[in-house]
Each structure stands twice: as structure tokens, then as C-alpha cells.
């Protein structure tokens, strides 16, 4: 961290432009909602960007430069972005440190089956908890920026009716599939609440807990391919930001297809169509709903 720190002469590579209040949200999905609140009243910097997971991210000397000079930086707690307590040791500042999944009810892991284990941090999979989300990003940019409190609130209000109907959507393409076919095995365990909000069934994930860090052995992958075809799961989902390899090892293996372009731990680039999060949500919805039908 003391190399970080003594090279701050560098540039971040996260800054949005704009003017106004200096904020960091270190995550992409916390900085599309913050973008959805604040339009252009603020500078907005997001330490982890589309395609990059978050269970493996490095803060850079930019990132640690963006986080000294803010005065609000927004994160996701729940074990998902801990990196940030050590740098802002290091860097210094006098940023308002906000959870911005403060009063988000949390679930284990999907396969955790409600007994001892972590919190999943994959909140935004339920629109629900990203309408949460977008209060409480309100709320902080409001008392960090008072003069445009009434914007923020404003806004906030109109992507959380967005949330709202978005929800309706991904709820009637989930509501196409057949129910007996409504089975998920994934790349990692991060589709809990996504899982739980629209009924589907989760069967297993091919690396096993909340971290994308973790490895399988061998007899948890052959355990997995026994359940897969005595399920009769019709597909098999990896996400953008991991490699997919081991995923399509046991598709071929099981003869099941692979869908290998969900978005789990971040949004998609610009221009995807995932680069919100309720475009995410619509976007892992249709993909989804076409494999298991």
C-alpha cells in the first residue's frame, strides 16, 4: 500500500468527467445507479469497471488518488469491495464512507440450504434491493450536496418506478418457462437473489460458494455432472467475468448446453445493453428464459 500511496502522480482511469461533487462508487453496478441519481452533478469516479470482478480487483495508484480526493464514496459492504477499508488507510481524505446496501434484508449463499456461511453481496440481482440501493445513494449525495437535494430525490424516484417495471418484465419472461424446467446450475454462486425473487430453482454451481476465488475438485464437479442429469437441468449459465472453461468442460460432459454470457459480479460495457442494471436484468432474463425453454 505504501508504494500505491507514494505514487499518486498517476491518473485515474475510472473518472466519468462531469463536474460538481467528487465521488467514487467502486463498483459498476453502484455507479450506474449513482449515475441514474446524480446526471451531471457530479465527478464520478468507479474503481471497478464492466467486465471485472470484484473478488479479484486491484486498486491502482488512480484508484487511490480518486478516493483521497472525494468527498463521498459510495461501496457495496457485505464482504464484496473489503479492499476499500485498506486504501483508504492509506490514501488518506476525508470522504463519507456510505454501505450503500444499508437495510437490504441478506440471504446466504443459494446453496447454502440456511446454514452457517457469508452474506451473498450480489444484492442488485433483485430490483427490490437496488431500489434500496438507490434511496440510500440519494440520501448521501442530498446531505454531501444540498443545493441539489431535490434533483437527486427526483431522480431517484424515477429509476426506482423504472426498477418497478422492470421487475414486471423480467417476471413475465421468467414466467415463460415451463416450471418444471425452471433449474439453475451456474459458474458461481451469485444468482441467489435473482433466484429467489423469480422462482427458479437453484440445482448447483460449478465453483462452489459466493467467491469467484474458490476452486472445485474433482469429486465436486462429478458430483455436480450426477446432479445436472438427474435434475434433467436443460442449461448450465457462466457469466462475462469469469473463465468458463471448467463450465464447459461439464457441458460437454453432460451433453447440457452452455449459456456463457450472463453478468454477474458487474454490468456490461457500454452499448451492450447491460450497462444499467435494470438493462442487466432484462438482459440475463431473456438469456436465460430462451435456454431453459
Known sequence: MASLVAALAAGCSGGDGGTGLRVVATTSQIGALTREVAGSHVRLTVLIGPGVSAHDFEPD?????????????????????????????GAGGNAKVVTVTEGIELQRGAGDEGGPGDFDPHVWHDPMNAKVMVANIARALAEADPPNAATYRKNADDYQAKLDDTDRQVRAIIDTIPKDQRKIVTNHDAFGYFIRRYGLQYVGAVIPGLSSEAQPSAGDIAKLEDLIKKEGVKAIFAETELDPKVARQISKDTGVKIVDDLYADSLGKPGSGADTVDGMLLSNARKIAEALK
Open 61 to 89: 495508484p488512480g484508484d487511490v488518488r480518486a478516493i483521497n480526493g472525494a468527498a463521498v464514496v459510495l461501496k457495496n459492504g457485505i464482504g464484496l469491495d473489503d479492499f476499500l477499508d485498506r486504501v483508504i488507510g
